[in-house]
C-alpha cells in the first residue's frame, strides 16, 4: 500500500460569494437585494475563469554567470556510465521462460504483465553481488567523471527507502543495504560526480494504467491517468525527488518519461524549480519537461545523436550491447574502437557520451562490459580527445511553440518517439 499526502484546497471565489451574500439582510431593498444577487452571479464565470487560468511558468531565474558556473563540472566531462538496474534484472528478459522482445527494462510493458504479479518480484530481489567500489572504480579507470543510476524506472520500484511507498527495496531480502548510498560513497571515494535517474510515469502507481490494462491499444510508455488523480501522482512524484535529494545530494537528476501525454511542460518546470530550490547546484536533463519544448540544463540524445555541433551543453546516451538493462542472450556488443569513435564524434560536437552497463539480477556486471571499458581506456590514453564545447550566450530556457524541436542533426523535427518503445 501506497502512502500519500494531500493538501486541503479551497475555491476562494466561492467563499467571497457567499461571504456577499450573507450581508444581504432581510431589511435590504427588494430592488437592491436583486441588484446585488444578479452581479454577483453574473460575476461567479469571471471568477471560476480567473481560479481555473493556467499558471505561466518559467524556469527558475539564473544568471548566465551563475549557470556557466554550475554547468562547468559537466562540460569538463567527457564521459559517463548509465546503469539501469531495477526487478527487471532478476528476468534477463524473459517472463515465464518466454523471451519478450525490446529493451529489458520494459518487460512488464511489452510483456503486458498484471501489476500484481509482477510487484511479486520484489520478494526474491537480492542482488547480493553488486560491488560499488568496483563499479565505479572501473568507471574511473576508463576515463568517466560521473554516473547516474536509475533509482525508479518506469515500472514504479525503487532502489532507496523512501516513506512515500513500500514498492521499495527495504520490503526485499536486500532490506539492510542501500544501494544508492553505497555507490555514492564510492563515487566520493573516487572523484567521480554522483547522479540520479527518476522516471517519470510509473506502472505501479494506482493512478496510472497502461493501455492495455484498460483493454486499449497503444504504447504502455502512454500511461493513462485516472480521472482526477493527477496531482495526487505529482504531488507523490515531487515528494520523492526532494526526498532522493535529501538523503544522496545528488550532482544531476536525469529524468526519463516525458512523452506521457499527462505531463505538461508546466508540470516539468513546476518540478525543475522545486528542484533548483532544493539544490542550487543541481543540474538537470530536459527530459525533467517535453523534451521537444525545453533545453534546460541540458539536452539529452539517446542511441542517436546530433550530425553537427549543437549550440547547446548536451549528452548521447548508448548501451554497449542492445539492451539498458540486463539481457540474457544479448551479445551484440560493440567493439572498443566503436565506442571511442563514439566517443569522440561526441566529444568533437560538443557533448559528453553516457554509456551503459546493466547489472544482472544478482549485481553482478558483465565481463564483456568490463573488458570493453578497459580497451577503450588504452585507445584514449594512446590517442586522447579534445573536447570541443559550445559558448553558451543565454540561460536556455522553454522553446517557443512555433519553433519545431530539433532532431539528432540539429534540425527541426517532429515530436521524438516513446524510447524503448522500438
Given at each position: 500500500m501506497i502512502r500519500y499526502k494531500s493538501a486541503p484546497g479551497s475555491v476562494p471565489h466561492i467563499n467571497i460569494f457567499f461571504k456577499h451574500t450573507l450581508m444581504i439582510t432581510q431589511k435590504t431593498p427588494i430592488s437592491i437585494r436583486k441588484l446585488i444577487v444578479a452581479g454577483l452571479l453574473a460575476s461567479l464565470p469571471l471568477a471560476f475563469a480567473e481560479e481555473e487560468a493556467p499558471k505561466e511558468l518559467a524556469p527558475k531565474a539564473e544568471s548566465l554567470e551563475s549557470y556557466n558556473s554550475r554547468m562547468q563540472w559537466f562540460v569538463d566531462s567527457p564521459y559517463g556510465m548509465f546503469i539501469h538496474f531495477g526487478l527487471y534484472s532478476q528476468l534477463g528478459g524473459f517472463w515465464k521462460e518466454k523471451p519478450i522482445g525490446g529493451y529489458s527494462e520494459w518487460i512488464q510493458g511489452k510483456g503486458n504483465i498484471d501489476r500484481e504479479e509482477y510487484a511479486q518480484l520484489a520478494k526474491s530481489f537480492n542482488p547480493a553481488d553488486f560491488d560499488a567500489d568496483l563499479i565505479v572504480r572501473s568507471a574511473k579507470e576508463a576515463g568517466m567523471t560521473y554516473l547516474v543510476i536509475t533509482a525508479k524506472h518506469h515500472e514504479g520500484f525503487c532502489l532507496w527507502d523512501s516513506q512515500y511507498t513500500e514498492f521499495d527495496v527495504t520490503n526485499t531480502p536486500f532490506q539492510g543495504r542501500d544501494i544508492l548510498e553505497e555507490l555514492r560513497q564510492a563515487c566520493n571515494k573516487h572523484g567521480i560526480k554522483f547522479g540520479i535517474y527518476y522516471s517519470i510515469i510509473d506502472w505501479n502507481h494506482p493512478t496510472q494504467n497502461r493501455p492495455s490494462e484498460l483493454g486499449k491499444n497503444g504504447s504502455p510508455g502512454h500511461t493513462l491517468m485516472v480521472d482526477g488523480r493527477k496531482q495526487e501522482y505529482v504531488d507523490y512524484q515531487k515528494n520523492q525527488v526532494l526526498e532522493l535529494i535529501k538523503k544522496y545530494d545528488p550532482a544531476v537528476l536525469w529524468f526519463d518519461g516525458d512523452w506521457a501525454n499527462w505531463w505538461t511542460v508546466e508540470d516539468g518546470i513546476e518540478l525543475y524549480n522545486a528542484i533548483r530550490e532544493a539544490s542550487?547546484?543541481?543540474?538537470?536533463?530536459?527530459?525533467?519537461?517535453?523534451?521537444?519544448?525545453?533545453?534546460?540544463?541540458?539536452?539529452?540524445?539517446?542511441?542517436?545523436?546530433?550530425?553537427?555541433?549543437?549550440?547547446?551543453?548536451?549528452?548521447?546516451?548508448?548501451?554497449?550491447?542492445?539492451?539498458?538493462?540486463?539481457?540474457?542472450?544479448?551479445?551484440?556488443?560493440?567493439?572498443?574502437?566503436?565506442?571511442?569513435?563514439?566517443?569522440?564524434?561526441?566529444?568533437?560536437?560538443?557533448?559528453?557520451?553516457?554509456?551503459?552497463?546493466?547489472?544482472?539480477?544478482?549485481?553482478?556486471?558483465?565481463?564483456?562490459?568490463?573488458?570493453?571499458?578497459?580497451?577503450?581506456a588504452e585507445l584514449l590514453k594512446a590517442t586522447p580527445i579534445r573536447k570541443h564545447t559550445p559558448t553558451i550566450t543565454a540561460v536556455p530556457g522553454v522553446i517557443e511553440t512555433q519553433a519545431k524541436p530539433r532532431n539528432r542533426k540539429g534540425k527541426a523535427s517532429q515530436e521524438p518517439a516513446i524510447d524503448g518503445a522500438e
Amino acid at each position: 500500500m501506497i502512502r500519500y499526502k494531500s493538501a486541503p484546497g479551497s475555491v476562494p471565489h466561492i467563499n467571497i460569494f457567499f461571504k456577499h451574500t450573507l450581508m444581504i439582510t432581510q431589511k435590504t431593498p427588494i430592488s437592491i437585494r436583486k441588484l446585488i444577487v444578479a452581479g454577483l452571479l453574473a460575476s461567479l464565470p469571471l471568477a471560476f475563469a480567473e481560479e481555473e487560468a493556467p499558471k505561466e511558468l518559467a524556469p527558475k531565474a539564473e544568471s548566465l554567470e551563475s549557470y556557466n558556473s554550475r554547468m562547468q563540472w559537466f562540460v569538463d566531462s567527457p564521459y559517463g556510465m548509465f546503469i539501469h538496474f531495477g526487478l527487471y534484472s532478476q528476468l534477463g528478459g524473459f517472463w515465464k521462460e518466454k523471451p519478450i522482445g525490446g529493451y529489458s527494462e520494459w518487460i512488464q510493458g511489452k510483456g503486458n504483465i498484471d501489476r500484481e504479479e509482477y510487484a511479486q518480484l520484489a520478494k526474491s530481489f537480492n542482488p547480493a553481488d553488486f560491488d560499488a567500489d568496483l563499479i565505479v572504480r572501473s568507471a574511473k579507470e576508463a576515463g568517466m567523471t560521473y554516473l547516474v543510476i536509475t533509482a525508479k524506472h518506469h515500472e514504479g520500484f525503487c532502489l532507496w527507502d523512501s516513506q512515500y511507498t513500500e514498492f521499495d527495496v527495504t520490503n526485499t531480502p536486500f532490506q539492510g543495504r542501500d544501494i544508492l548510498e553505497e555507490l555514492r560513497q564510492a563515487c566520493n571515494k573516487h572523484g567521480i560526480k554522483f547522479g540520479i535517474y527518476y522516471s517519470i510515469i510509473d506502472w505501479n502507481h494506482p493512478t496510472q494504467n497502461r493501455p492495455s490494462e484498460l483493454g486499449k491499444n497503444g504504447s504502455p510508455g502512454h500511461t493513462l491517468m485516472v480521472d482526477g488523480r493527477k496531482q495526487e501522482y505529482v504531488d507523490y512524484q515531487k515528494n520523492q525527488v526532494l526526498e532522493l535529494i535529501k538523503k544522496y545530494d545528488p550532482a544531476v537528476l536525469w529524468f526519463d518519461g516525458d512523452w506521457a501525454n499527462w505531463w505538461t511542460v508546466e508540470d516539468g518546470i513546476e518540478l525543475y524549480n522545486a528542484i533548483r530550490e532544493a539544490s542550487p547546484h543541481i543540474i538537470v536533463n530536459n527530459r525533467v519537461a517535453r523534451r521537444e519544448r525545453c533545453e534546460f540544463d541540458f539536452v539529452t540524445q539517446e542511441q542517436n545523436h546530433f550530425k553537427d555541433a549543437f549550440p547547446r551543453h548536451w549528452e548521447g546516451c548508448y548501451t554497449m550491447n542492445k539492451s539498458w538493462g540486463y539481457k540474457k542472450g544479448d551479445n551484440n556488443w560493440k567493439d572498443a574502437k566503436t565506442i571511442y569513435n563514439k566517443l569522440k564524434d561526441i566529444n568533437e560536437k560538443g557533448g559528453n557520451l553516457l554509456l551503459n552497463v546493466g547489472p544482472d539480477g544478482n549485481g553482478r556486471v558483465q565481463p564483456e562490459a568490463y573488458a570493453i571499458l578497459k580497451e577503450t581506456a588504452e585507445l584514449l590514453k594512446a590517442t586522447p580527445i579534445r573536447k570541443h564545447t559550445p559558448t553558451i550566450t543565454a540561460v536556455p530556457g522553454v522553446i517557443e511553440t512555433q519553433a519545431k524541436p530539433r532532431n539528432r542533426k540539429g534540425k527541426a523535427s517532429q515530436e521524438p518517439a516513446i524510447d524503448g518503445a522500438e
